[in-house]
């Protein structure tokens, strides 16, 4: 076992593999800069609600975060081309990870997994080839690594599809009736009475659910590859063009590099670097690889095995009180919608009052709030922050009826809580977030 984690292989997979993602992550931040997300996420609002305990990770004031953005972008293209790899990459990461950190109103999986791989990267030797680097300082050329640096990228990406397969086992995923949802906010159903069947709606629900569960293991089998290549190809195009997901579609067609062999990926696209059994290379200290192996990565991977699985260990459907949702790989699973109102009861006076949100949240935040249990409670925290600042000493409580796929609204919150004067529980079930039948339609 060993043995194969450190045979020598061509390193053309992960190469092109760095040019291909810093290229996408200088896209992602540019389209953002363009297409106003900076300004409707960072700019806009008076404040972001980050991930609970990151109160002081706020946006740059005024243009700011535009100039953040314009210096991930320029990272990106220097791990693109391979300039101070490490130090790029790096202060990528972490760039982007505030970003990510700073706000929850448009929460994604993808973005998730864009740091995952940074941080990744940063213990590969993804600069020794066709890099800046490697031409500033040829010591660090190299045409070859070990195999298992393609094994902790392709295990990062069947934990990802694995457990976005295991997330779809329930009703309103398999009935069709999410993916009918999917088809018509997209406009699909305009397209003829096809697509607006349920045995289509089904057939995308099955469809999507043995793609994730199957498409990692037959990649690696060589007699299913293309097909399984084929498919990818199929499904991210398909996906990037209904659901407008950014670079994730192509970031996974990416990934296709490696699963190939080394050799086939070098010849199309290096094809004037010679093979490995012409050159001569200094051997690469194994022990340290060792320690990366060892004192990095399996304990890394334990942790990306034990986070999807942490719902089950808290009370009630995470479906519905989202608690355990976040970094779990449950990606496009359900629809909420309903209607928020805080209420306001000043201890001193007895006066009681509906919040009007604009004072402090944008429309899109308030949106945020159905069905979110740790956006309510941020929100009830500011809503006090606000009053404490013009001396008065406030309850919050909150009306919150959720629809769940369209379903009829039940009470999400339970609106005898003051949210106000409730702590945060981090690792199990808030009891103020009603389970699904706590409450009657």
């Known amino acids: 076992m060993m043995l194969a984690l450190h045979k020598r292989i061509d390193n ?37 609600f980050n991930f609970i305990g990151m109160d002081w990770l706020q946006p740059l004031p005024g243009n700011g975060m535009y100039w953040y953005h314009g210096v991930m972008a320029f990272c990106a293209l220097c791990v693109t081309i391979g300039f101070l790899y490490r130090y790029t990459l790096s202060l990528f990461a972490i760039l982007f990870a505030g970003t990510y950190f700073m706000q929850k109103t448009v929460y994604n999986n993808h973005h998730y997994l864009l740091i995952l791989l940074c941080i990744i990267l940063l213990l590969l030797p ?7 680097d490697s031409k500033i300082n040829p010591k660090i050329k190299r045409y070859s690594m070990p195999q ?101 579609p192509f970031l996974s067609l990416s990934y296709l590099v490696f699963f190939y062999p080394s050799d086939r990926v070098r010849a199309l696209f290096f094809w004037k670097k010679p093979p490995l059994n012409q050159v001569i290379e200094e051997p690469e200290d ?19 095995l034990a986070l999807p699985v942490r719902h089950h260990f808290i009370k009630g459907d995470v479906v519905w009180t989202e608690e355990g949702h976040r970094l779990s790989w449950r990606m496009m699973l359900r629809l909420k919608s309903g209607e928020t109102i805080f209420k306001i009861k000043d201890k001193k006076t007895g006066e009681r009052f509906d919040f009007d949100y ?18 309510i409670w941020q929100g009830a925290q500011r809503i006090k922050a606000y009053y404490a600042k013009q001396g008065r000493d406030v309850a919050v409580y909150v009306d919150n009826k959720v629809s769940l796929n369209r379903r009829p ?28 039948d706590d409450y009657p339609e």
């Open 12 to 48: 053309a997979p992960l190469i092109i593999f760095r040019i291909m993602l810093g290229i996408l992550l200088a896209w992602h931040c540019i389209d953002h800069m363009v297409d106003g997300t900076v300004r409707k996420l960072y700019i806009r609002p008076k404040f972001t």
């Open 286 to 304: 194994q022990h340290n690889n060792l320690l990366i192996l060892k004192y990095f990565f399996i304990p890394y991977f334990i942790i990306q």
């Open 148 to 248: 298992w640096c393609s094994y902790v990228l392709i295990a990062q990406m069947a934990i990802v599809y694995f457990f976005a397969a295991m997330a779809k086992l329930y009703p309103d995923w398999l009935n069709g009736t999410f993916p009918g949802f999917i088809v018509g906010n997209h406009g699909l159903h305009r397209l003829g009475g096809l697509l607006q069947h349920n045995y289509f709606h089904r057939f995308i629900a099955i469809g999507g659910f043995f793609f994730d569960l199957l498409v990692v293991p037959m990649l690696l089998i060589k007699k299913t590859r293309n097909l399984a290549a084929l498919a990818s190809v199929g499904f991210h195009t398909f996906n990037w063009y209904l659901l407008h997901i950014g670079i994730f």
């Open 409 to 436: 609204p039940r009470l999400y919150a339970d609106p005898n809580v003051d949210l106000a004067s409730v702590q945060w529980n981090y690792f199990g079930h808030n009891e103020w977030i009603l389970l699904y």
């Open 358 to 375: 604009t004072l402090l949240f944008t429309k899109r935040q308030n949106k945020r709030f159905s069905g979110k249990g740790d956006v």
């Open 126 to 132: 993804a600069n020794a080839f066709a890099s800046v």
